[in-house]
């Protein structure tokens, strides 16, 4: 029961993480700037698949989290789910993040 208990807390942190770094995105002058930028319209057009995938698995792991709660005892939730949702999710994010590299723009959540 503890081990459970650990990894909901461990899925609320990330998944609280991921809003917080998606909220702070960037002020309008940034957004005009990233607009005007080439790169910047490339980079969209490249990911956009990878970035409609990151959010499905972001909606499975929402769902997931949904199936887990006080009354039905953290019991609904498949771990080994989860599990392959976050691994595969950190995969899109590398994969964006390479490409942000690749065409000169700050990756996602102001990683470096």
Request: hydrophobic share 40%; proline share 2%; net charge neutral.
């Amino acid at each position: 029961m503890k081990k459970k208990m650990v990894l909901m807390m461990m899925l609320g942190l990330s998944m609280l993480s991921v809003g917080i770094a998606s909220a702070s995105g960037l002020d309008a002058a940034g957004q005009k700037a990233c607009a005007e930028n080439p790169a910047y319209g490339q980079f969209m057009e490249e990911t956009a698949a990878l970035r409609n995938a990151l959010k499905a698995k972001d909606a499975e792991l929402r769902e997931q989290e949904g199936y887990a709660g006080i009354e039905r005892g953290y019991e609904g939730m498949d771990l080994e789910k989860v599990d392959k949702l976050q691994t595969e999710r950190k995969a899109l994010e590398a994969r964006i993040n390479l490409a942000a590299q690749k065409h000169g723009i700050k990756p996602t959540g102001g990683k470096e």
